[in-house]
C-alpha cells in the first residue's frame, strides 16, 4: 500500500492554501470565544481540571498500595 505524506512542500497549493485558510479561521474561532467567556470562568475551568487529575492521582495511589499490601502478604506467606 503507498503510504500518505503530509509534507507541506509535497501538497498541492491548493490543498496549502485550504489547510491554511482552515488554521486561520480556527484561530479567528477561538479568540471569538475567548471573548464570549469571562476570564474568572476559564481560571475556574483550569483549577477545576487540576483537582479532578489530583483525585484520579489519589485513586492511583490507593490502588497501587492496596497492591502493594497484598504482594507483602503473599510474601510473608512464603
Excluded: C, Q
Aim: no cysteine; hydrophobic share 40%.
Amino acid at each position: 500500500m503507498a503510504e500518505r505524506t503530509h509534507h507541506t512542500a509535497e501538497m498541492s497549493p491548493r490543498i496549502k492554501e485550504a489547510r491554511e485558510h482552515a488554521r486561520a479561521a480556527r484561530a479567528s474561532l477561538r479568540r471569538s470565544f475567548e471573548e464570549l467567556i469571562p476570564p474568572g470562568f476559564t481560571e475556574h475551568r483550569r483549577a477545576a481540571r487540576k483537582e479532578m487529575l489530583l483525585a484520579m492521582r489519589s485513586l492511583l495511589d490507593a490502588a497501587i498500595e492496596r497492591v502493594d499490601h497484598a504482594a507483602e502478604g503473599r510474601d510473608k506467606e512464603d
